[in-house]
Nanobody
Framework: VQLQASGGGLVQAGGSLRLSCEHS????????VGWFRQAPGKGREFIAR????????GYADSVSGRFTVSRDNTKNTVHLQMNSLKPEDTAVYYC???????????????WGQGTQVTVSS
């Protein structure tokens, strides 16, 4: 089972990025997917989640209204559209897959390697 997050980069405050999470080796449509981030010196933080069918997204308060999670099960891909980015959004972003639609990292069994997002002021 492999998850690969991509799409990170350097962007100015107020800008946008679109992250992608690609799956291989598991039945994608059976998995809930979560996005988490970790800033230097801080713990892993829940950002967004989406259920198996893509009908039920969920967001942390810190990103609600700015980030949108979606999925395309035909392409085994989940996207995280990030708009109105702030310097405090700077972190390594991870996608994870699991059987629970949860904001807690312990419920996700499979993790990608992460992609760096840097927002300059």
């Amino acid at each position: 089972v492999q998850l690969q997050a991509s799409g990170g980069g350097l962007v100015q405050a107020g800008g946008s990025l679109r992250l992608s999470c690609e799956h291989s080796g598991l039945t994608f449509s059976n998995s809930n997917v979560g996005w988490f981030r970790q800033a230097p010196g801080k713990g892993r933080e829940f950002i967004a989640r989406i259920d198996r069918g893509g009908a039920r997204p969920g967001y942390a308060d810190s990103v609600s209204g700015r980030f949108t999670v979606s999925r395309d099960n035909t392409k085994n891909t989940v996207h995280l559209q990030m708009n109105s980015l702030k310097p405090e959004d700077t972190a390594v972003y991870y996608c994870a897959a699991g059987s629970s639609w949860s904001e807690y990292s312990r419920y996700y069994k499979y993790w990608g390697q992460g992609t760096q997002v840097t927002v300059s002021s």
